[in-house]
């Protein structure tokens, strides 16, 4: 009899811890969180939506609408997206790996949508004395870039340069640039970019590289004209 009990009883603990190994991995999977690869491209842009209309959207914000569009690296490939504000403003999103409760899977460039940008070119020789975006008489100095005009005024826009090109249709794309000295995607830099042709066309100064461009060449990468975007750990949307 008390073989029988013990054998009964290590059954129960067995089906007990059974129980729980699967009820602790439902747990893990839960608070894990789903993969981006479970999503497709429209459902990504969908959610990335949705949160940023809850976020930003709020009575009182100032901006009355907003559209999210897909950017693509020079490999055709889909991993981040474009908010784009009304009346302007604008925001970079990265779509990330996993999400769960201490990583998020959508990270913006900034907190706040109105960053401004300024077009320019690179240009042996050029110098140009530039106000800093925060407006307050603080001016920086650039050489070997020429920044445009408008009169005696630099450029400066909040909407994304894909807005103030007029891109409508076309594929937009989004090129970082990689420092292999610190191995950190953006550091060196990114592009906004459409393709027409053999071609892609720089939305920063308006020049013309070539699909065949390898971007990785690190002693290409000064010749390009880009806008710093970094996306950091805790700026989830």
Not at 23 to 38: D, H, Y
Not at 203 to 231: A, H, K, N
């Amino acid at each position: 009899m008390n073989a029988i009990r013990r054998r009964r009883i290590i059954i129960k603990i067995l089906a007990c811890l059974l129980a729980f190994v699967v009820l602790a991995g439902a747990a893990l999977a839960l608070c894990v969180g789903m993969g981006s690869r479970f999503y497709t491209e429209e459902q990504h842009l969908y959610r990335i939506k949705k949160r940023a209309e809850r976020r930003f959207l709020k009575e009182g914000s100032g901006y009355t609408g907003l559209e999210v569009y897909p950017l693509y690296n020079e490999n055709d490939e889909f991993g981040y997206a474009l908010l784009e504000f009304e009346p302007q403003g604008h925001l970079y999103v990265s779509v990330g790996w996993l999400e769960s409760p201490w990583t998020d899977m959508y990270t913006l460039s900034e907190l706040d949508p109105m960053v401004m940008w300024r077009p320019y070119v690179n240009e042996e020789g050029a110098v140009s004395v530039v106000p800093d975006f925060a407006g307050d008489g603080i001016t920086r100095t650039f050489e070997g870039r020429r920044y445009f005009k408008d009169g005696d005024e630099y450029l400066g826009y909040y909407a994304s340069p894909y807005k103030v090109a007029n891109i409508q249709n076309e594929r937009r794309y989004f090129i970082t640039l990689i420092d292999d000295s610190s191995g950190y995607r953006s550091t060196g830099g990114t592009i906004p970019a459409v393709k027409r042709g053999d071609n892609y066309i720089d939305l920063i100064s308006g020049r013309e590289i070539p699909c065949s461009t390898d971007f990785g060449d690190e002693t290409l990468q000064p010749l390009f004209e880009t806008i710093p975007i970094w996306f950091f750990v805790g700026m989830g949307l």
